[in-house]
């Protein structure tokens, strides 16, 4: 997929209950270790989550967008996330390390979206839960976790002036509205 | 460009002194806008360094990688970035906005390695001296720089195993080798 359709990508919060594919996850892992990184110490790790029960446990300690309570709640076997990747590090994380994250990330979200999968980057849930879950020993080292599945919604991103309100919201039709500052609202020249 | 071919992106530190067009900073700009933000808050802003005096100006306040010196170290007017842009902040930088500026400046990368720009994500610079060229009144909000320029080097990524040396280094042919874990050795099913 080219770069133009990838920019197209939005966060996905309603997903259909379709399992995905082991290729599918490792595809976007692939995206993800050829990320930026600081001095190349590849500092981060994933634990992919597809079992059906494991994404149920996870599930309870997740949070999801405030500003779109309750209708992007996931409903469990309805409308949540048939996966998730925890995205975990090697030490504890510094602010470099969270930068590697949010490249990497965002690598994971394009190689997703050319599979025509969603992804709900969540820097809300409970480390102290989700660690058992995934028997993963360093709480503090679960440094965000990504919500996956095949869209069942089909979110559209607005252009807003540099005064406009970033505030995402629902219309009647239940569609996302994700509004964006423009490029040169955000950019000044020298 | 395919996703598969971004994916090939490097990181660049020698520059050919070919000057970048305006354009080409806008369509990055225009990646980043798009980029994964915590709670779509979008708090990244951007000033574009192209003055030839203002980028001679920022260049002895940034440092480049350790493990390249001094081949690496870029020249004045011989292998120097041709342009800047600093990622600046809308409030003093969290954890979270540190991994918005990951995913922004990851976007820029792709977007600029689609059109034949390469860049170097700098987090080493000394923001007491960048902030006044830039005119930019708070040097803790200087998140991140990206030296930016067509690529005067061809840098190539080689896999290694989970007990691989992930330094990088330059061949005898002045070739910049770049070790990746595999994604296998990254990733735990669950």
């Known amino acids: 997929m080219e770069l133009k359709e990838l920019l197209k990508r939005r966060t996905i919060r309603k997903f259909a209950q379709k399992p995905l594919d082991k ?34 446990a996870v599930l309870p300690h997740t949070f999801y967008a405030a500003l779109v309570k309750p209708r992007r709640d996931p409903v469990p076997g309805e409308t949540s996330p048939t996966a998730f990747i925890a995205v975990t590090a090697t030490e504890n994380p510094s602010p470099h390390l969270y930068a590697d994250a949010g490249a990497a990330i965002q690598s994971i979200e394009f190689a997703a979206w050319e599979r025509g999968i969603g992804c709900c980057w969540l820097g809300s849930f409970i480390p102290e839960k989700v660690a058992p879950v995934l028997g993963f020993p360093d709480p503090e080292r679960i440094v965000y976790l990504i919500a996956l599945g095949y869209p069942a919604e089909d979110p559209v991103s607005e252009d807003i002036p540099a005064d406009g309100d970033a505030k995402y919201y629902l219309d009647g039709q239940d569609r996302l509205h994700v509004p964006k500052f423009t490029a040169e609202t955000l950019l000044q020249w020298l």
């Open 23 to 56: 290729a599918d996850i490792l595809a976007m892992i692939e995206a993800a270790r050829l990320a930026s990184c600081a001095s190349n110490r590849q500092r981060l790790r994933y634990i992919a989550v597809l079992s059906p029960e494991k994404v149920a």
